[in-house]
């Protein structure tokens, strides 16, 4: 048994701090968290001072891409590197993303379930992972890796990602069975283009017809999986909200469609906005996906403000890959700039973000019954977001009660003469 003890602690409800706090992890879970004095412990505990330190959940994305290193067609089609190459790559990317206090990521696509084992069993060190598997679309959309010659690529398929085109109610509740066959946690599909989609498919361009995205969440829900729907703007995203995609990923024209706004609200839908995925992107190599980026931004910062507003549920989300690892807290600086409070912000990346994977009974908040997530850090994050950017500042983390980053002493670090 271990208590926390002295460390102002920021639970990830939306609650205010809790200052000289007491957390009390028996085993994987925590049994009891609050004020010191009203969060008691057994004598035989092992007591750890945080005094000074701030307490908060484990972080979450609830969009990444582990997987991706890169936006080109070499790297995209794995033609640069031999495969295992990209894989340990991958593996380095999870363990510094933890290593960032990011305890649970939710894979948006690219990712294999391998990984997820290979945490499970210990053979890698990283977070605990949602996975996406691969974006499912129609012809031409974003999940048809077409090159901009129009060839499709000559590497025999990996069974460990299948193929995610599909045409048609009956692909489509194929492909979602596939999905979950190869270890989908979730369902990811796109309804519209994106930034870095190929010309003649933008933001505003619109996949799937509303009887296909109907069966794609019908299915989803049959098999017990949220539909995390990428959706710009147009009748794409109209599409998506309607459909009933359980999070809107991106949603960056939302703003001119105020009754989609409304209708997420009472719903329950999720956005999650990744506006950090556009500030790269501005500086693209592309000249059409550089002026999508540019285009795009102030509504997408409007539309974050209006949902806000109208109380619907944000969760943060980097759509990290080629980008962004592992310093993926600068979404959570992002959405400060939007206009959250540093405390809201923090939230999306904890206790709202559990709920839009559908976790929050496990994770997101330190409460009692909760997996010990927990990351200590130094200084307050609700002066300066941007601290939780910095490593040297991530002083602990826990994964399930287990302690599995100490920052708290500079390591000596042995010279070889
Ligand atoms: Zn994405």
Redesign the pocket.
């Known amino acids: 048994m271990q208590v926390l003890v002295g460390a102002t602690l920021i639970d990830g409800t939306g609650a205010r701090p809790v200052p000289d706090s007491a957390v009390v992890i028996d085993g994987e879970r925590i049994i009891n968290a609050g004020a010191r004095g009203s969060a008691p412990w057994p004598a035989h505990a092992e007591v750890i001072d945080l005094s000074g330190l701030t307490l908060l959940p484990g972080l979450i994305d609830t ?3 582990l997987a991706s290193h890169g936006y080109a067609l070499t790297k995209r089609w794995g033609l640069d590197e031999p495969a295992s190459t990209t894989h340990l790559r991958t593996g380095g990317v999870l363990e510094a993303t933890l290593a960032m206090g990011y305890t649970t990521v939710r894979d ?2 690219g990712l294999d379930a391998g990984f997820k084992l290979a945490i499970e069993e210990g053979l890698a060190s990283g977070p605990r992972l949602s996975l996406g598997v691969k ?1 499912i679309s129609p012809t031409g959309g974003i999940g048809d890796g077409i090159s901009p010659s129009g060839h499709s690529c000559w590497i025999p398929p990996d069974p460990a990602l299948p193929d995610s085109v599909a045409n048609g109610i009956d692909q489509v509740r194929a492909v979602v069975r596939a999905m979950v066959r190869a270890g989908a946690d979730a369902i ?1 599909c796109a309804t519209t283009g ?1 930034a870095s989609s190929r010309r003649g498919h933008g933001p505003r361009d619109a996949a799937f017809t509303r009887d296909e995205m109907r069966v794609l969440v019908d299915e989803a829900h049959a098999l017990g999986r949220k539909v995390m729907c ?1 959706a710009l703007g147009g009748p794409g995203l109209r599409l998506a909200v309607e459909a009933g995609a359980d999070s809107i ?2 949603g960056c024209y939302l703003s001119e469609e105020p009754e989609l706004i409304a209708m997420m609200a009472e719903r329950g839908t999720f956005l999650t906005p ?1 506006l950090l ?1 556009y500030v790269y992107h501005r500086d693209s190599a592309a000249p059409h996906v550089r002026r999508r980026a540019r285009e795009l931004y102030a509504r997408h910062l409007e539309s974050v403000q209006m949902a806000l507003a109208a109380g619907v549920k944000i969760s943060a ?1 980097t ?1 990290a ?1 080629g980008h962004g690892h592992p310093v993926n807290a600068r979404e959570l600086e992002c959405l400060v700039e939007a206009g959250m409070s540093p405390l809201q912000a923090l939230r999306a990346g904890t206790g709202l973000a559990a709920e839009c994977l559908g976790w929050e009974r496990e994770l997101g908040t330190v409460e009692e019954g909760r997996l010990a997530d927990l990351v200590a850090v130094d200084g307050d994050p609700l002066r300066d977001i941007a601290l939780l950017q910095r490593a040297e500042r991530i002083k602990l983390v826990w994964k399930g009660g287990r302690m599995c980053v100490d920052r708290r002493v500079a390591r000596e670090v042995a010279v070889e003469a």
Do not use: F
């Open positions: 969009h990444d891409h948006a696509g974006i990811k994106g990428h990923e991106h990744t995925v989300g759509d890959g």
